[in-house]
């Protein structure tokens, strides 16, 4: 399947309940060449009305932090979620959502076959990472699975949140540059 085809399918999608709740599906956003993937949790409810990732306020931090270490989602990026429709009032995707969400990211990985995985947030780290991966402890720390560099960083809905750690997680996306110089081959020409 290519990207095309499976961004189709995706879109009509009735694997969980989600389906009847949604307004979109939320593929995902950026380049289907991207070397860095970002993984976030679900849509928001501006998510779920655009059919886009992060477009709320804690996409307009993303995207800051993003264009502070040269990237962008129209340019060298993906952004998805763990979950591709919103969950009512936001609650956390049950396992069962995840479970029958989670093929759709992983034929995104196969085909996109990132270098880098920026997960962001408890929820995207602990898929992907480690079920007990800790952000507060292992933020900006990178696991290699497989030959792909995994990381996990503070979710910008925590950092709006808490604005007290937006120096650190800073310094994970300054980490994250220096990673992508030394291991990707076309993100930052
Ligand atoms: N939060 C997420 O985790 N994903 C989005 O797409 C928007 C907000």
Same mark, same amino acid.
Not at 131 to 158: W, Y
């Given at each position: 399947?290519?990207?095309?085809?499976?961004k189709?399918?995706?879109?009509?999608c009735?694997?969980?309940?989600?389906?009847?709740?949604r307004?979109n599906?939320?593929?995902?956003?950026g380049? +289907?060449?991207?070397?860095?993937?970002?993984?976030?949790e679900?849509?928001?409810q501006?998510?779920?009305?655009? $059919?886009? /990732?992060?477009?709320g306020? +804690?996409?307009?931090?993303?995207?800051n932090?993003?264009?502070?270490?040269? %990237?962008?989602? @129209?340019? *060298?990026?993906?952004?998805?979620?763990i979950?591709?429709?919103?969950? /009512?009032k936001? @609650?956390d995707p049950? /396992?069962?959502?995840?479970?029958?969400? %989670?093929?759709w %990211?992983r034929?995104?990985?196969?085909?996109?076959?990132?270098?880098?995985?920026?997960c962001?947030? @408890?929820?995207?780290?602990?898929?992907?990472?480690? /079920?007990?991966? +800790?952000?507060?402890?292992?933020? $900006?720390?990178?696991?290699?699975?497989? $030959?792909?560099?995994?990381m996990g960083?503070f979710?910008?809905?925590a %950092?709006l949140?808490?604005p *007290?750690?937006?120096?650190?997680?800073?310094?994970?996306?300054?980490?994250?540059?220096?990673?992508i110089?030394?291991?990707?081959?076309?993100?930052?020409?």
């Amino acid at each position: 399947m290519n990207w095309e085809e499976l961004k189709k399918q995706c879109l009509v999608c009735d694997r969980c309940g989600l389906c009847e709740t949604r307004t979109n599906v939320v593929f995902g956003d950026g380049v +289907s060449d991207a070397e860095v993937l970002f993984v976030g949790e679900g849509p928001g409810q501006h998510e779920d009305e655009q $059919g886009l /990732p992060f477009v709320g306020r +804690s996409g307009a931090l993303l995207d800051n932090y993003l264009h502070a270490i040269d %990237l962008d989602r @129209r340019e *060298n990026v993906f952004i998805a979620n763990i979950v591709k429709c919103r969950p /009512p009032k936001n @609650r956390d995707p049950l /396992p069962e959502e995840r479970a029958a969400c %989670l093929p759709w %990211l992983r034929e995104q990985f196969r085909l996109l076959r990132p270098k880098i995985v920026v997960c962001l947030g @408890r929820i995207a780290a602990q898929q992907m990472i480690r /079920p007990d991966f +800790s952000v507060t402890r292992e933020h $900006g720390q990178f696991f290699d699975k497989d $030959g792909v560099l995994f990381m996990g960083t503070f979710h910008p809905a925590a %950092l709006l949140r808490n604005p *007290n750690n937006k120096p650190v997680a800073f310094e994970d996306f300054a980490a994250l540059r220096d990673k992508i110089h030394e291991i990707c081959d076309h993100t930052y020409q």
